[in-house]
């Protein structure tokens, strides 16, 4: 019997994980579906895919894995559309940004015989840094690439069978990322820093511009660095929403963090103190400086907490040899 991968939602993510996945040459099928038809073409046309199905139940009809690829805001409809429909034995995963709500959906939608893991890729875009780490701000298209090195978040529950884990676990490494285990609110609380926080600031950064009575004349002014703090402010008002409100208290602590440093910060301004100031950035620069070099020229991280070198389905996600060899 063929295996069966299923991803639902066909954007960059979705679709480089079903492009990666058919680039390791195993034999398996992918079916992808997207609520947008014209995505779910572009997948199928760019060979991300085997099939598509327009309908959601059947394009989970008989899937072994289910990875939900679609913005926070659509993971808790996806699982209660689909909870009942999957076969037993059936895994489900997801990509989104929080791990503490989803989980919590998915106790609440799937019955005891399908095992869900809590999954968040975190990537960054090739077009994202050069060799100067310089920032270039170019479209992102699939790629069996996109997730080559990068760290994979697995957040299983209390529940979650080992098998299952090892499943989404065989999952990262065939798209070329490492697997990463940790709780789901020590993720979501992480997430809030590093991901919500600076959603923020984008947002009132373009408010702020936006309320300016010279705002015509900072539009002329504004270039690269404007354009690269902002650029965060992207995608559907609802699920940025949802990434804050579904993350409250976290975000909350966040905010005021920030908003502390902002008060000193200002007060050095106020008094002119060049000598606290400098001292102040120097100390920025070193920690991006620091920030940078373990994020992405890679840090080495110990994976030997739980074995994934044996998944669930064995050689699954390993090519075939040929038959000459």
Known sequence: MTFRTTVVGLGLVGSSIGLALKGTGAEFEIVGHDKDSNAAKRAYKSGCVDRT??????????????????????????????????????????????????LNWARESLPDTVHFVG?????????????????????????????????????????????????????????????YYLDAEEHDGLVAAVEGLPLLLAAVLQVMARKSRSWREMIRLSGADFASVTQL????????????????????????????????LRELVA??????????????????????RKQFEGESVDYSGIDVTRMMFGDMFRPRRQKDE
């Open 53 to 102: 199905e327009w309908n959601l139940i059947n394009a989970c009809d008989g899937a072994d894995l289910i990875v939900i690829s679609t913005p926070l805001a659509g993971v808790k409809s996806t699982l209660a559309a689909i909870g009942q429909d999957l076969k037993a034995g059936a895994v489900v995963t997801d990509t989104a940004r929080l791990k503490v709500p989803v």
């Open 119 to 179: 999954g968040h890729p975190i990537y960054a875009p090739r077009s994202f840094w050069q060799s100067s780490r310089e920032m270039v701000l170019q479209p992102e298209t699939p790629s069996t690439e996109l997730l080559a090195g990068a760290i994979y978040c697995l957040t299983p529950g209390t529940d979650t069978p080992p098998e299952a884990l090892r499943a989404v676990a065989d999952l990262a490494q065939a798209v070329g990322a490492k697997p």
């Open 233 to 264: 402010l992207a995608g559907d008002a609802t699920d940025l929403t949802k990434r804050l409100t579904l993350n409250a208290p976290n975000s909350r602590r966040c905010i005021d963090t920030f908003l502390g440093e902002l008060t000193h």
């Open 271 to 292: 008094s002119e103190d060049s000598e606290a100031l400098q001292e102040f950035f120097t100390g920025a620069l070193e920690t991006r400086e620091g920030w940078t």
